[in-house]
C-alpha cells in the first residue's frame, strides 16, 4: 500500500473540485442566461461553493452505493440453483455502526458550511451605504422603487459592487423573486417585507423570473436585472428622475400618438409623468428606454409593442390590460409614441 | 424453480367467487376493498399519466400553443394531486395495505371491517369530486399544494378550487380512517406469537405510516376548513389585508406534507424489504435496525417541514434548525439503502420481474435521496426550490422510490392476489422500458433547474437553452408511457388468460404464502402458531441449523411435513356484507355537491342520508356492545378491546386536530386590524360551564364504575346526569356565541372573532357528538340494553367524553384565562 501524504489528497480534492467546477461552468455558461451555475455576485458564489462541495460528498455517496451495489449482485452472490450462497449473516454490528456513522460525519461536514452560509448571507440589517430597493411583485409584472424617487418596471437596474438591500412587498399573492446568476429566491409574501441582500461583482444583463406560482400567467412574469457600473447606474438613475426625454415635435406621428394616448382608456391605468397619473399599470414614463416589454416576454420593437397593445391576453393569459380596438393608424401612431419615450 | 411446497390442496373457494354485484357493493372483506381500491387507483392513474404527457407535449418546444396556459396550471395541478391522494396512496395502503396486513399478521380481516369499506367508497367519492371540475367550474388549477392566498376567491374565482378542497377533505377523512383501521388491526390482531419484533418489515411500515397518518392529516385538514371557511363564509384566515399571513397555510400543510412523502415512501421500504429477502432467499440484513429507522425516519419527518420554506423568508435560526433535522433523516435512510444491498450480499438470487423493480428502486432512490441533502443545505435550496431540480429531487424519490416499488410490489404479490401470475417476459420489457423511460424523463430536469427553469411554467422563451432537454424529456414520457401499456396489458392478460399461480410461488417468507391463491374469504382456517421471524419459512423449513435449513441450502424442496389438511371452516364467522358503507359516502358526496354548487337541498339530503346510514349501521350490530365480533381474537394480542385501540387512535389524531386550532389561535388573537379583542370574553360565565363540564366527566367515572358494578339503577341516573351536564354547558356555550353576536362580534369580524368561533365551535360540535353518543347509551340503559357485559361501551364513550374535556381545560386556560393576566 502506497502511504501518501495529506498533501497530495488536499491536492486531489482540489483538483476534484476544479474539475467539477470545469464541468459544470463548461456546459452551462454560454446561451444559458438563467444558470444558477455562473455565479455573479458575493451571494451566488457562496452558495455555488457549497454546493460544489456537496455535489462531491454527494457523487463520493453514489460512488459507494454503486460500488456495493453492483459487487453484490453481480459478485457476491450467486444465482438460484447455483451453489450453496456464499454467507447467510443476517448481521453485523460493525458494518451497521459504520453506514451510521459514515453519512453522519458526512452531513456534519456538510452542516458546518450550511450554517455559516445561512447566517452570512442573511445580515439583520443592511449593509453600510447599501442601495435599498423596494420591489413589489404583481400578478404578473415587477415595479422597483428607487430611494432617490426613480421608479423602473420589469427591468431592475443596479450599480455594481455596491451593497444591494432588495425590500419584496407583494400587494396580491405570493411571488418569488429569482435572478439565479446573482443568488437564490426569495419569496414575495403579502403582508410581510422580506429582504435579499448581496453585491453584483460583473456587469451585465441577468433575466429572472417569478419562482412561485401565482396564477394564469405565472410563467410569463419575468424580468431583467442590468448591472451597471457605477457611472453608468449613476446617469440612468439621472434620467428616470427627469420626465420624458423630450415632448415630441408637432405633426410627427408620435405627437399624434401622445394625443391618441391621452384620449385613451391607457390613462386610468399606466402613468406618463405630467401627463397621467394612473397607478395600477407599469409606469410608462421611460417606456422606450426598456429593451423588453410585458414583463420580459416580448423584445420592445414597435412590432411587438403593436402586437402586445392589440391583444394583450394572446400574449400574457390574464392579464388585466384590456384590448383597445384601435384603427391601424392610431395605433401606428401610440406605438411611435410609446417608443419615443426615452 | 425450486422449492415449490404444495399446499392446502383441498379446494377452497376464493374470495372472489360469489356475491355478484351486489355482494361486491356491499362487501366488507379487506381483499374484496383492496381490489375495489386497485381498479379505482388504475383508473385515476391513466388520468395523470395522461395529464402528465400532455404537459410534456407542451414543453417540447419554446412558446408553444398545444395547450392553454389555464389549462396547463389544471394538468399539474390534477396530476400532483391525482398521482398522490388518488393513486399512489390507495395503491399502497388501500390495496397493498388492506390486502397483505390481515394475512401478513395471520388474522381474518382488518379490525373495523366496516370502516375499511367506508374509507374506500370515501376515497372513491373524494376522486369523482376531485374530478368533477371537468364537468362544471374547471379542474382545480393552483398546484397539488395550492398556496394560499393565490387560492382565496378574490384571486381564484369559481368552483375549480372548491371542487379540490372538499375533494381533499373527505379524501383525508377516508385516509385518516384507514389509519386508524390499520394501526388498530396491528396492534391488536396479531397471530399469537406474533410479537412486533416478528412481524414482517412490511407490517412495521404500515404500522409506523398508520401512526404518522393520524398525527399528520389533521392538520391538512384544519388547514383546508380554514379555506373552506375563506371561501365560503368569507373569513380572513389567510388574507394579509385583515392581518392575517397566507404563510399559516404553508405551515400547516407542510406540517402535513413532509410526514406525507414518508406516508408515501416507508410503506414503499417495508415493500422493498419483503421483495429483496425473498428473491435473495435470504433473511432481511439488519432487521432491529430497519424497524427502529423506520420509526426514527416517521419521527424526524415531522419537525422538518420547513424546508419546503427557506424561501419564505423564516430567519436564519428557523433555516438552520429546519437545515439540521432535514440532514438527519439522510442517516436512517442511509441504513436502510445499506442493509437492502447487505441482504443481496451473498444471497442466492431469483432475478424475477419483482426482485429487478426491488433493485431499480435501490438506486433510483438513492439519486432522490442524494440530491435531497442539497435541498437540506438551505442556501443550496434557494437556488433549486421551485425549479425543475426540485421537480427532479421528488420525482426520483416518488417514482424512482414509490412507483418502482408499487411494480415491484404488483409482479410479487399478484400471484397471492388474483391467483395467476404476471407475465415475466413482458414484465422485464416493462422493466427496462420503465428504467430508460423514468431517467431519460427527470435525470435532465436536474440540469433544467440548474439552469434556471422554474416549475410550473407553461411555456419557456426561446433563448433560455432549455429546449433540446426538454425534448429528451418529452421522449422519455414517451417511453414511460408505453411502458405503463405494457403494465397495464400485462395486469389484463393475467387476468384473462394468465399461468394458474401456486400458493407459494417465490418460496415466500410470510405468512401471506401459506394461504391458498387466492385466498379464501377466511384467509386461514386455522389461526397460525408464530414461532419466529419470517414465520412461514420457519414452517417450511424449521429453525436455522435443522434438516430443512440444508435443504433449502441446496435449493431442494423442504422435507418437512406441511400443514395440508384444513381444519373445518365452518366455524368461521365473518361479519356480515352491509351497503351503508356505500350509502354514507353517497351522502358525503351529496353534501360536498351541494355545498360547491350551491343548491342546499343537496346538502340537507346529504346530511338526511348519512344520518340515517349511521343509524342503520348501529342497529346492524345484532350484539349491541359485545366483546368483540370476532371470537377468535378476544381479547387481542395485547389484550386490550379492539375498539378500546380504536378510540385512542383517534384521540390522537384529534389531539393535532385541535393543536393546530389552537396554534392558529395563539397566533391571530391579537393581529386583528379591527373590532373587538379578548377583552369581550365573559370569563366568570364560562367557568361555571367549564366546572360543569368537568363535573360531567366525574359524573362519567361513577356512571361506568355503576355499570361495571351491575348496578343499573345508579348506571342510568349518572349516565342521565352526565347527558345533562353536556347540555347546560352548551347552552352555555350557545347562550355566549349569541351575546357575542348582540355584541357585535360576528365569524367573520376579525381575525380574533373567527380563530375562536372556529376554535370554540369545533370543541362545542365535539361535546354535541358527545352528548349525542351518551344519549344512545342511555336510551340504552333504560330499556335494559345495558349491562355489566357490556361496560365496554360506557368505557369507550367516556375515553371520548374526558378527552373532550381535557380539551376544553386547554381551550379555557389558554383562549380564556391568559386573557385575565395583563400582558399575556
Not at chain 2, 379505482?40 to 404527457?53: H, P, Q, T, W
Request: charged letters at 10%; a neutral charge.
Amino acid at each position: 500500500m502506497i502511504r501518501r501524504s495529506p498533501n497530495t489528497y488536499s491536492i486531489i480534492a482540489v483538483a476534484m473540485r476544479v474539475a467539477i467546477a470545469l464541468a459544470i461552468a463548461g456546459c452551462s455558461e454560454t446561451g444559458r442566461p438563467m444558470t444558477t451555475l455562473a455565479p455573479k455576485s458575493d451571494l451566488a458564489q457562496w452558495i455555488q461553493s457549497l454546493y460544489i462541495d456537496v455535489t462531491v460528498l454527494d457523487a463520493i455517496m453514489f460512488a459507494i452505493v454503486v460500488a456495493a451495489f453492483i459487487l453484490a449482485v453481480f459478485v457476491f452472490s450467486s444465482r438460484v440453483g447455483e451453489a450453496a450462497p456464499a454467507s447467510t449473516a443476517s448481521s453485523d454490528l460493525g458494518l451497521e455502526i459504520a453506514w451510521t456513522l459514515g453519512p453522519a460525519l458526512v452531513l456534519l461536514m456538510i452542516s458546518v458550511p450550511t450554517i455559516r452560509t445561512i447566517f452570512r448571507s442573511q445580515p439583520a440589517v443592511a449593509p453600510k451605504d447599501a442601495l435599498i430597493i423596494k420591489v413589489f411583485a404583481h400578478q404578473w409584472w415587477w415595479e422597483f422603487d428607487y430611494p432617490d424617487g426613480a421608479k423602473a418596471s420589469n427591468e431592475l437596474h443596479i450599480p455594481v459592487n455596491r451593497p444591494i438591500r432588495l425590500l419584496l412587498e407583494s400587494p396580491d399573492v405570493i411571488h418569488s423573486f429569482w435572478v439565479p446568476q446573482l443568488g437564490g429566491k426569495r419569496d414575495v409574501v403579502p403582508g410581510q417585507i422580506n429582504e435579499l441582500t448581496f453585491v453584483a461583482t460583473v456587469p451585465g444583463t441577468y433575466p429572472g423570473q417569478c419562482a412561485e406560482f401565482c396564477g394564469l400567467s405565472h410563467a410569463n412574469m419575468r424580468f431583467r436585472t442590468f448591472v451597471d457600473s457605477q457611472d453608468e447606474f449613476a446617469k440612468w438613475d439621472k434620467a428616470q428622475l427627469a420626465g420624458p426625454v423630450a415632448t415630441p415635435a408637432s405633426d410627427s406621428l408620435a405627437s399624434d400618438g401622445a394625443k391618441v394616448f391621452a384620449d385613451s382608456p391607457c390613462t386610468t391605468c399606466h402613468m406618463i409623468q405630467g401627463i397621467s397619473k394612473g397607478y395600477i399599470g407599469p409606469d410608462l414614463t421611460h417606456f422606450g428606454s426598456r429593451t423588453t416589454l410585458a414583463a420580459g416576454v416580448l423584445q420592445n420593437t414597435p412590432e411587438n409593442v403593436a402586437k402586445w397593445i392589440e391583444d394583450p391576453q394572446n400574449v400574457k393569459p390574464g392579464a388585466n390590460m384590456p384590448p383597445l380596438l384601435l384603427p391601424g393608424p392610431q395605433l401606428n401612431a401610440l406605438v411611435a409614441y410609446l417608443e419615443s419615450l426615452k | 424453480m425450486a422449492a415449490q411446497p404444495k399446499l392446502l390442496p383441498v379446494h377452497q373457494p376464493s374470495y372472489l367467487e360469489g356475491g355478484g354485484i351486489v355482494g361486491w357493493l356491499t362487501t366488507i372483506d379487506h381483499k374484496r376493498v383492496a381490489m375495489m381500491y386497485l381498479a379505482s387507483a388504475l383508473f385515476f392513474m391513466a388520468f395523470g399519466g395522461l395529464e402528465a404527457m400532455a404537459i410534456r407535449v407542451q414543453l417540447w418546444t419554446p412558446d408553444n400553443h398545444a395547450l392553454s396556459a389555464a389549462t396547463y396550471n389544471a394538468f399539474f395541478t390534477m396530476h400532483g394531486t391525482t398521482m398522490i391522494f388518488l393513486v399512489v396512496m390507495p395503491l399502497l395502503l388501500g390495496f397493498f395495505g388492506n390486502f397483505m396486513i390481515p394475512l401478513q399478521i395471520g388474522a381474518r380481516d382488518v379490525a373495523f371491517p366496516r370502516l375499511n369499506a367506508l374509507s374506500f367508497w370515501l376515497a372513491l367519492v373524494a376522486g369523482i369530486l376531485l374530478h368533477l371540475g371537468w364537468i362544471r367550474g374547471g379542474l382545480p388549477d393552483a398546484g397539488w399544494f395550492g398556496y394560499a392566498n393565490l387560492t382565496e376567491r378574490y384571486f381564484t374565482p369559481g368552483l375549480a378550487i372548491d371542487w379540490w378542497v372538499v375533494g381533499l377533505l373527505v379524501s383525508g377523512t377516508s385516509t385518516v380512517l384507514t389509519g386508524l383501521n390499520f394501526l388498530t388491526t396491528i396492534i391488536t390482531m396479531r397471530a399469537p406469537g406474533m410479537t412486533y419484533m416478528r412481524m414482517p418489515m412490511f407490517m412495521w411500515s404500515m404500522l409506523v405510516t398508520s401512526i404518522l397518518i393520524l398525527i399528520a392529516f389533521p392538520a391538512l385538514t384544519i388547514g383546508l376548513i380554514f379555506l373552506l371557511f375563506d371561501r365560503f363564509f368569507d373569513t380572513h384566515f389567510y388574507i394579509a389585508s385583515a392581518g392575517a399571513t397566507p404563510i399559516l397555510w404553508q405551515h400547516l400543510f407542510w406540517l402535513f406534507g413532509h410526514p406525507e412523502v414518508y406516508i408515501m415512501a416507508l410503506p414503499a421500504f417495508g415493500i422493498i424489504s419483503e421483495v429483496v429477502p425473498t428473491f435473495s432467499r435470504k433473511p432481511l440484513f439488519g432487521y432491529p435496525m430497519m424497524a427502529y429507522s423506520i420509526c426514527l425516519i416517521a419521527f424526524l419527518s415531522y419537525g422538518v417541514w420547513g424546508h419546503h420554506m427557506f424561501a419564505t423568508g423564516m430567519g436564519p435560526v428557523a433555516d438552520s434548525a429546519f437545515a439540521i433535522t432535514s440532514m438527519l433523516i439522510a442517516i436512517p435512510t442511509g441504513v436502510k439503502v445499506f442493509s437492502w444491498i447487505a441482504t443481496v450480499w451473498g444471497g442466492s438470487l431469483r432475478m424475477t420481474t419483482a426482485f429487478y423493480f426491488a433493485l431499480g428502486m435501490i438506486l433510483e432512490f438513492t439519486i432522490g435521496g442524494l440530491s435531497g441533502i442539497m435541498h437540506a443545505s438551505a442556501p443550496i435550496d434557494l437556488q433549486q426550490t421551485d425549479s425543475y431540480f426540485v421537480v427532479a429531487h421528488f420525482h426520483y424519490v416518488l417514482f424512482g422510490g414509490v412507483m418502482f416499488a408499487i411494480l415491484s410490489a404488483f409482479y410479487y404479490w399478484w400471484p397471492k392476489i388474483s391467483g395467476r401470475m404476471l407475465g415475466e417476459r413482458i414484465g422485464k420489457w416493462h422493466f427496462w422500458l420503465t428504467v430508460v423511460g423514468f431517467n431519460l424523463t427527470f435525470f435532465p430536469m436536474h440540469f433544467l433547474g440548474m439552469w434556471g427553469m422554474p416549475r410550473r411554467t407553461y411555456t419557456y422563451g426561446a433563448d433560455m437553452g432549455w429546449t433540446h432537454l426538454n425534448q429528451l424529456e418529452t421522449i422519455g414520457a414517451f417511453i414511460l408511457g408505453i411502458a405503463f401499456l405494457l403494465f397495464y396489458i400485462n395486469i389484463f392478460k393475467s387476468l384473462i388468460s394468465g399461468e394458474r399461480a401456486p400458493a407459494d410461488p417465490w418460496d415466500g417468507r410470510s405468512l401471506e404464502w401459506s394461504t391458498p391463491s387466492p385466498p379464501p374469504a377466511y384467509n386461514f382456517a386455522t389461526i397460525p402458531q408464530i414461532r419466529g421471524r419470517d414465520a412461514w419459512w420457519i414452517l417450511k423449513y424449521g429453525r436455522a441449523g435443522s434438516r430443512g435449513v440444508a435443504a433449502y441450502m441446496a435449493g431442494r424442496p423442504p422435507s418437512q411435513p406441511l400443514p395440508s389438511e384444513p381444519a373445518s371452516v365452518e366455524h368461521i364467522h365473518m361479519p356480515a356484507p352491509s351497503i351503508f358503507p356505500l350509502v354514507l359516502s353517497l351522502g358525503v358526496g351529496m353534501m360536498g355537491l351541494g355545498l360547491i354548487i350551491d343548491w342546499y337541498r343537496i346538502v340537507i339530503m346529504g346530511v338526511a342520508v348519512v344520518v340515517l346510514s349511521v343509524i342503520g349501521m348501529g342497529f346492524e350490530y345484532p350484539n349491541f356492545g359485545e366483546e368483540s365480533h370476532d371470537p377468535e381474537h378476544a381479547p387481542s394480542s395485547g389484550g386490550i378491546d379492539v375498539r378500546k385501540i380504536g378510540v385512542w387512535s383517534f384521540i390522537g389524531s384529534e389531539c393535532v386536530f385541535f393543536a393546530s386550532l389552537i396554534s392558529t389561535f395563539i397566533v391571530y388573537k391579537s393581529r386583528s386590524v379591527t373590532g373587538p379583542g379578548p377583552e369581550i370574553l365573559n370569563i366568570p360565565l364560562t367557568s361555571f360551564s367549564t366546572f360543569i363540564l368537568l363535573m360531567s366527566s366525574l359524573l362519567m367515572v361513577l356512571a361506568l364504575a355503576a355499570t361495571q358494578r351491575g348496578d343499573t339503577r345508579w348506571e342510568r341516573i349518572w349516565l342521565g346526569g352526565t347527558v345533562a351536564f353536556g347540555l347546560i354547558f352548551l347552552c352555555g356555550q350557545v347562550y355566549e356565541f349569541t351575546s357575542f353576536y348582540r355584541e357585535g362580534m360576528g365569524l367573520t369580524t376579525n381575525l380574533f372573532s373567527q380563530s375562536f368561533f372556529v376554535l370554540v365551535g369545533f370543541h362545542g360540535a365535539h361535546v354535541a357528538i358527545g352528548v349525542l353518543w351518551l344519549s344512545v347509551l342511555l336510551v340504552a340503559a333504560m330499556t335494559g340494553k345495558l349491562g355489566k357485559s357490556r361496560a365496554m361501551s360506557i368505557e369507550l364513550a367516556g375515553l371520548y367524553w374526558h378527552f373532550v374535556d381535557i380539551v376544553w381545560i386547554i381551550i379555557f386556560t389558554l383562549v380564556y384565562l391568559m386573557q385575565a393576566v395583563p400582558g399575556a
